[in-house]
């Protein structure tokens, strides 16, 4: 595995692969590496011939410092993890190799999918995302970018972004990876205490009786699917809900009657941290 | 020659250069071809084994419909001059392929750059140029792209956003290419009347005063110079000044005192068409 921390670097090393027609895929990361991301990896080594990951902590796409400065790093752990998992590119530049000082162009998806859900509580967080996530394909030049499901919002604006700005990538969405106790996979998990790890369960809990609400009862009535999730996370001590929220994919509309393909997302805090999940249901499908 | 008109026709052509390792020249441009145009062409050609043109009118850089609709548009005859100076793509894409019905992603270079000269009387201009050539960029995946300096603060605004944003192609500046009369080549000069032609003059004696006064003279006093010019252009009758200005390159910041390397740029509207011109002047250099 390369381990390369400058642009000037890498350049070299993506032509060469382009040269000989070697197909990228490309797994952005900001490192505290968990299965989610493993995942990715792995779907990136099936489908392409080189796999590069990224680690860098992006500062723009944070509303507050205190949140920037607690987000778990964990370089030397994940350079063994990515190393295991047969990574051929690990690029991890510093602030200044994305930054300049004078760096002052943004990438901006305006309209509806960056003004719902997070879009709400964390105002200039998807333009931090849009602006890393343009330089860094860039950078890297990939044929497929992967992208967890965990932060679909994320993924639903980066293909979006993708799309409207004509990159030539193929972005890839892959599905949440899970603790054995259902609690999503996400680097945040780790500034949870013993304690609110276990509260944090109720996330999926809450998304399981939805689905169970929506799939095996029947229900259409998006209001008395989330009213019920509210009563449910209101009985755990700790736990704060910022939304929860049924919306139409992909374009994350709210929905009042429940049809289609629908996605339930929520976002919680417990503790001092803000957790988000989700789960997508095709409600035409089964039954 | 090929014409291409799709985004899908064009990408394989692209990537079998790409894979032949043939540099890509590429010159972005809304038609109605004259001199200044073909001087990048012949640039390109002289610097890489494919050269690509564009043409289209990008609707979204233009600030009301009016000067949008009055943008000279010379499809056939521009199509014959690409053929003889010998470019090897024609990409002519229409709005549709260009800006889906959708299409809500825009890329914004914020700070001074783009809030003085034109950014002043052009407000949304520059978000509309960095958001078209961000998407061609994507598209035609140069190694090069040419500009000229008659829209100097375009040309300093694409560049900014290259760099910020990582692109990897190299951004040149090519000189202006002047009419006999001084005139520089304009698009927009189709729009003028033979009477409204000879009194456009007036930018360039007025540039070539300005000159004189600092090279010959060692005027240093912007304000002194820039005074001048509004007086000379300000005799000519039917010529309204946008503005005149002496600015630092590349960071265009207001000058006192004139020093190092300056840009004197103007822009007046004559008759119904705004025209713009300056020149750069490296004052340590002569004398």
Redesign the interface.
Known sequence: MQIIKT?KEL?PVIHEY??K?KSIGFVPTMGALHPGHLSLIKASREECECTVISIYVNPIQFNDKEDFDSYPRNFNADTQKVRDAGVDILFIPDDKEIY?K??????????HVTNILCGISRPSHFRGV??VV??LL??V?PDKAYFGMKDAQQAIVVA??V??????VDIRFMPIVREKNGLACSSRNENLTDKERKKAIVLNQTLCHAEKRIIEDEERDAMKVTGEMYEMVSKTKGAEIDYISIVSLPDLKDVKEIKDQVMIAMAVVIGETRLIDNITLNVNEKK
Chains 1, 2 share one sequence.
């Open positions: 642009i350049r382009r040269l027609n300049s004078e760096s002052s162009t943004f990438v901006e998806v305006s309209g849009a602006t343009c330089k860039n950078i030049q979006k972004m799309n409207d700005l004509n990159f030539p």
